[in-house]
């Protein structure tokens, strides 16, 4: 699979799963619109029962004062006749006190008894004007109520005389409920021929609620009044329509996450695979290198011995088989290093531990190394400084760590190269670590460099041989161990290994 073949399949799949997302998009979008018209609708119906049992409240009050009105009327118009029969009863006696006796003796026996209910003796024809005047100005008075009883409608009060704040609130409530709404409101009542708010629940949302588009008529029946408008605001609105979809929206995102994630895994995925796919061509390139060389000196070896002349001469005869034998444990050696890379990649590898000592080990590696330096103009370096070399380890993992970190150290160290191996005790263990002054690694690449077949680039050129497979198997022997392997690096300066292991 190229390259190419693969930039164009992400570019495709990316492209469907935008569309895929702007379509889900778009979908939630209206959702939340639909939830926005049901539920302004689910308010204006709310609101315009309220207005309305207001309204009947109010027609319910109004005929209950009616009620008592006409009640009162009648007992109004009882007094006022009583009142009359008593002023013409007065006028009358009066009169007839002006022409005879009787009706003098009459009146005065009348003069006495109002003089007397007032403790007091005086004038008889001053009494009854009196009298007179006291029934006309009660007369008068009655009359006055019941024109004022007669022309005082509640219409003409101010909106706040005409309700009460409480029963409104519990009837906004309670439609609300009934329309599945529960979430916090302000209300307030707009007066525009006051220019104001008149009314309102907690007064912090005056600005919202004349922003707002969701007004209502109060008393829409009156004719004779200027309206006055209810209304009402959602501080939380949002939130609530979201709750409403939060389990549809939670759907919705979950499953675009899964898809993103799958998506850049699968991508992920196949960029892995052809890189490694690759290095795994690489690895059979430079295996057969590798091996190749070998092979090929023993066969050229092996023809030169077949030769009767070479025979005879046995110091040349003996150099060939020397040779034979040193290509021969060097095919070996890269044939059990690409053996153990696929025990540990099984996960079957397990571990012979005792007790040894990692200055004994350094020792015996730094033997079979060190021609392989020295042939290259340079030198290692002992810097012992544990106390106490005695860790619990593998003995042979142990040793072929040691040697790849040093046989690395030397391979990236064209010119004379200087290799200082350091031990040291650290709390719960040992810290064994191989400095070089070769020509160092990229911090982009040294985070890959332990990762199974991974090789520094080169480009075209490949000056340094190897399977990329040292530096895994250091990392999963010393993991192995429950140790660590750190890097420290800077190009054309040298690199340090260190790698912690544990005492036991």
Not at 307 to 332: A, F, G, Q, T, W
Not at 371 to 397: L, M, T, Y
Not at 430 to 451: A, H, L, M, P, Y
């Amino acid at each position: 699979m190229s390259k190419r073949f693969i930039i164009v399949i992400t570019i495709i799949i990316s492209l469907a799963l935008i569309g895929l997302i702007s379509i889900q998009a778009y979908w939630i979008g209206n959702a939340i619109k639909l939830k926005e018209i049901n539920f302004n609708r689910s308010v204006n119906e709310a609101l315009s029962q309220v207005v309305a049992k207001i309204e009947r409240i109010e027609v319910v009050n109004q005929i209950t004062q009616k009620r008592n009105f006409y009640n009162r009327g009648a007992s109004l118009i009882i007094s006022i006749d009583s009142l009359n029969y008593l002023y013409y009863k007065e006028l009358e006696a009066i009169n007839r006190a002006s022409f005879d006796k009787p009706i003098d003796q009459s009146f005065e026996v009348v003069t006495i008894r109002i003089a007397q209910e007032q403790d007091s003796i005086i004038d008889p024809e001053h009494v009854s004007k009196q009298r007179l005047n006291e029934l006309l100005k009660r007369k008068s008075l009655l009359i006055n109520d019941v024109f004022e009883d007669m022309f005082t409608f509640s219409h003409f009060q101010d909106i706040e005389n005409r309700i009460d704040t409480c029963i409104l609130d519990s009837l906004i409530t309670l439609e609300l409920l009934n329309k599945g709404i529960d979430t916090d409101y302000e209300y307030g009542i707009f007066s525009p021929s006051r220019n104001r708010m008149v009314i309102e629940k907690t007064g912090n949302y005056s600005k919202k609620l004349l922003e707002n588009n969701l007004a209502f008529i109060l008393f829409p029946s009156d004719v004779f009044s200027n309206p006055d408008y209810l209304m009402i605001y959602f501080p939380h609105e949002r939130k609530f329509l979201f709750k409403q979809l939060s389990g549809i929206l939670t759907i919705s995102v979950f499953l675009i996450l899964i898809i993103i994630v799958s998506f850049l895994f699968t991508i992920n995925f196949i960029f892995k695979e052809k890189k490694f796919a690759e290095m795994k061509t690489d690895f059979i390139n430079n295996m057969t290198h590798e091996f190749k060389t070998p092979i090929s000196t023993i066969a050229l070896a092996c023809e030169a011995l077949k030769d009767k002349d070479l025979k005879m001469m046995k110091d040349v005869s003996d150099s060939y088989i020397s040779i034979v034998n040193e290509e021969n444990k060097r095919l070996s050696a890269m044939a059990e290093k690409i053996l153990q890379t696929a025990v540990l990649e099984k996960g079957k590898l397990k571990l012979n531990k005792e007790k040894i000592d990692i200055h004994h080990i350094i020792f015996d590696v730094i033997k079979n190394i060190g021609i392989q330096v020295e042939i290259n103009d340079g030198r290692i370096v002992k810097d012992f400084r544990a106390s106490n070399p005695v860790i619990e380890a593998d003995k042979v993992h142990l040793t072929n760590v040691i040697f790849n970190l040093l046989e690395n150290a030397n391979k990236y160290s064209p010119t004379k190269p200087l290799i200082t191996i350091r031990t040291k005790n650290i709390p719960g263990g040992i810290e064994v670590s191989v400095k070089d002054n070769g020509v160092g690694i990229n911090k982009s690449d040294q985070k890959k460099i332990f990762d199974k077949l991974y090789r520094v680039p080169t480009g075209d050129i490949h000056n340094f041989k190897g399977f990329g497979l040292g530096l895994s198997y250091v990392k999963a022997i010393v993991a192995k161990h429950g140790g660590t392997v750190t890097l420290e690096s800077e190009i054309n300066v040298g690199s340090t290994f260190r790698v912690f292991l544990p005492e036991k």
